[in-house]
């Protein structure tokens, strides 16, 4: 049973890693693009540093949310994996910024590694990270923002109770996917970079 939120003014905007801090990947063996396999593949996007700073700048936390299976599937190490992280915290801090925290879901429900295979409350689009995000930090949700790139981001920033930024260009199939999947965003933005500039707009209405 959830416990009532802790009285808070703390406010995040939580922020999905592939597709928003670094590019996505064509994926051979899936045949699809998706997330990065390796720290050589994983492109930083070049505003990711500057944005980050700029959304810190404004009083909110940036924090990590991300579905990453890729050692539960046996795609990439353990080791790879913190490779990559450790790569974008590089990059910010060439910007001079950082993330306040970071979560993230290693879980699969056909996972090859048994200790990950199982169907949890934190793998999007369930909103466990979030959840378990604001009470170790004390957020409050519903003055708080996701950032993604996919649905299941948008299912899970509206299940915690936040308001949910979607990237991307706005097309005939995606529309009809968000009506589809019942997954309408609060605001569409091309980019990552214009998130700082909607905060900002947002609140002087």
Not at 81 to 107: G, I, P
Not at 159 to 180: D, P, Q
Request: aromatic share 6%.
């Amino acid at each position: 049973m959830l416990q009532p939120w802790p009285q808070t003014t703390k406010r995040a905007v939580f922020l999905d890693r592939d597709g928003v801090l670094n590019d996505l990947e064509y994926n051979r063996e899936e045949g699809r693009i998706g997330s990065p396999l390796s720290s050589n593949q994983l492109r930083v996007v070049p505003h990711a540093g500057e944005t980050v700073r700029n959304i810190r700048a404004l009083g909110y936390e940036a924090i990590l949310a991300s579905n990453q299976p890729g050692v539960a599937k046996r795609q990439i190490t353990h080791n790879e994996f913190e490779r990559m992280n450790h790569k974008v915290r590089d990059d910010l801090a060439k910007h001079r910024t950082f993330l306040d925290a970071e979560y993230f879901c290693l879980h699969h429900p056909e996972a090859l590694i048994p200790k990950y295979r199982l169907d949890c409350d934190c793998r999007k689009p369930k909103p466990g990270l979030l959840i378990r995000a604001a009470e170790e930090r004390g957020i409050a949700l519903g003055a708080s923002f996701f950032v993604g790139d996919a649905l299941a981001d948008v299912k899970a920033g509206r299940a915690a109770g936040c308001k949910t930024i979607l990237l991307g260009h706005v097309t005939t199939f995606l529309t009809a996917m968000i009506e589809r999947e019942s997954a309408r965003p609060d605001f569409m933005l091309a980019t990552f970079r214009e998130v700082p500039d909607l905060l900002r707009r947002l609140a002087i209405q």
